[in-house]
Nanobody, 116 residues
Framework: QVQLVESGGGLVQSGGSLRLSCAAS????????MGWYRQAPGKQRELVAT???????TYAPSVKDRFAISRDNAKNTVYLQMNSLKPEDTAVYYC??????????WGQGTQVTVSS
């Protein structure tokens, strides 16, 4: 059974930075596509960024050039460095692990609040 535990959320002023972490249990992290998603109140969950096993990344247009996703396979951890935060980045941020032929795994989420 895979468990994902996010951490690093909190309250930050506009223009500030936060670094989210997602630690995965189990032994399949290195073969997983990892992603960060977010859900603001009253809105649908949306993709923020993904990173492949080979380190290729994709970003939502709204966060490109401000956020950076990375992974450390030795630590079974994926990170999301968030810079130049805006109030519209306020949301619950979720980590997702995708493995071929399996249902995806989700973390419990971590709240990010950006004050203006």
């Amino acid at each position: 059974q895979v468990q994902l535990v996010e951490s690093g959320g909190g309250l930050v002023q506009s223009g500030g930075s936060l670094r989210l972490s997602c630690a995965a249990s189990g032994s399949i992290f290195s073969i997983a596509l990892m992603g960060w998603y977010r859900q603001a109140p009253g809105k649908q969950r949306e993709l923020v960024a993904t990173i492949t096993t080979g380190g290729s990344t994709t970003y939502a247009p709204s966060v490109k050039d401000r956020f950076a996703i990375s992974r450390d396979n030795a630590k079974n951890t994926v990170y999301l460095q968030m810079n130049s935060l805006k109030p519209e980045d306020t949301a619950v941020y979720y980590c997702k692990m995708s493995i071929p032929t399996r249902f995806p795994y989700w973390g419990q989420g971590t709240q990010v609040t950006v004050s203006s």
